[in-house]
């Protein structure tokens, strides 16, 4: 694969089609403040487009180049892949998806370094937390314990594909165990519950009697 890091002039640039990943008003919002503030950016990755000749593909990047526009800017630093539609496709599926997991009191050292530099509201505006995770995440140190003990990461997210009548059974239970929860947020109190729910499904599949040799059989035909 081979590649170049160049400026290249937004109207030239096309976003791919099939790309997957979305971001919140919010995160967007922050990551044009940033861009406004610094001037810098991750640079986009590009293929020459397959059909469009003088035009490039968008494969990674789209949030930065539409970022981009909105500020009015005219050019974008661009690295060049020359990858082929197979090649894209597997890029697609995997750029956004392929990432390590914060070490949490690494993640707090930096952000409590943050916080002694910047007030918390434009902290806010800077990071993907919002201010009032900041002064949660923030406001504690880790007692010597803890700092002794295994290394936790944040929160990540899970996805499932279910039909309707799936979906609505577990939305069911999840909402019913959620309200028994003491966590802050929504999305918390769900997390909880859906722990909740497959540890009591491992118990109670760890305890299950298996069937005897005769109920197999009469089960199978």
């Known amino acids: 694969m081979t590649m170049q890091i160049r400026q290249i002039a937004l109207s030239r640039l096309v976003p791919h089609p099939d790309h997957a990943n979305r971001m919140s008003r919010a995160a967007f919002r922050k990551l044009m403040h940033h861009i406004q503030r610094t001037?810098?950016?991750e640079p986009l990755v590009v293929r020459r487009h397959p059909h469009e000749r003088g035009r490039f593909q968008i494969i990674h990047g789209?949030?930065?180049f539409e970022a981009l526009r909105t500020l009015g800017r005219v050019k974008a630093q661009a690295i060049v892949?020359?990858?082929d539609d197979e090649q894209t496709d597997i890029?697609?599926?995997t750029l956004n998806r392929l990432a390590g997991r914060d070490q949490l009191d690494r993640k707090l050292a930096?952000?409590?370094r943050l916080r002694d530099r910047r007030p918390l509201r434009e902290l806010a505006r800077l990071l993907p937390q919002t201010r009032g995770q900041l002064e949660r995440l923030t406001a504690g140190r880790p007692t010597a314990a803890r700092s002794r003990s295994r290394t936790y990461a944040f929160a990540t997210p899970m996805v499932f594909f279910l039909n309707d009548e799936q979906q609505a059974i577990i939305?069911?239970?999840l909402t019913a165990l959620a309200e028994q929860s003491h966590e802050p947020t929504n999305a918390a109190r769900r997390a909880a519950a859906l722990t909740r729910l497959a540890a009591a499904s491992s118990v109670r599949a760890r305890h299950a009697s298996p069937l005897p040799?005769?109920?197999?059989?009469r089960s199978i035909r």
């Open 39 to 41: 001037g810098r950016y």
């Open 62 to 64: 789209h949030h930065r």
């Open 81 to 83: 892949w020359n990858v």
């Open 91 to 93: 890029l697609l599926a």
């Open 110 to 112: 930096i952000l409590r």
């Open 171 to 173: 939305d069911s239970a």
């Open 213 to 217: 040799p005769a109920t197999q059989e």
